[in-house]
Nanobody, 123 residues
Framework: QVQLVESGGGLVQAGGSLRLSCAASGLPFSHYAMGWFRQAPGKAREFVATVSRGVGGTIYADSVKGRFTISRDNAKKTVFLQMNRLKPDDTAVYYC????????????????WGQGTQVTVSS
């Protein structure tokens, strides 16, 4: 059974930092592209960042480019999202997702999802 478990969310002031982690089990982690998405209240789930299976190619949403960094540790079967210079608009539930085919930015291309972790940025 595939499990993706996010951690590291919390409450932080604007300008602060958080590091999210997503621990995977039940799948050949190194064979999957991994992504982070987020969903704010009343809004659709949106793409944040993704990292490829292999040499670690990445794509970021324009709204987080230069502030967030996605990385992965295949030995630990974990993907990370380092979030710096956080803004109130970054407040959302953050979800980790796995895609067995290729790096992708659409929710429909991901096969497995975690339960999410809440990030709240106060002004």
């Amino acid at each position: 059974q595939v499990q993706l478990v996010e951690s590291g969310g919390g409450l932080v002031q604007a300008g602060g930092s958080l590091r999210l982690s997503c621990a995977a089990s039940g799948l050949p982690f190194s064979h999957y592209a991994m992504g982070w998405f987020r969903q704010a209240p009343g809004k659709a789930r949106e793409f944040v960042a993704t990292v490829s299976r292999g040499v670690g190619g990445t794509i970021y949403a324009d709204s987080v480019k230069g502030r967030f960094t996605i990385s992965r540790d295949n030995a630990k079967k974990t993907v990370f999202l380092q979030m710096n210079r956080l803004k109130p608009d970054d407040t959302a539930v953050y979800y980790c997702a796995a895609n067995q085919w290729a790096i992708a930015t659409s929710t429909s291309e991901y096969d497995h999802w975690g339960q999410g972790t809440q990030v709240t940025v106060s002004s």
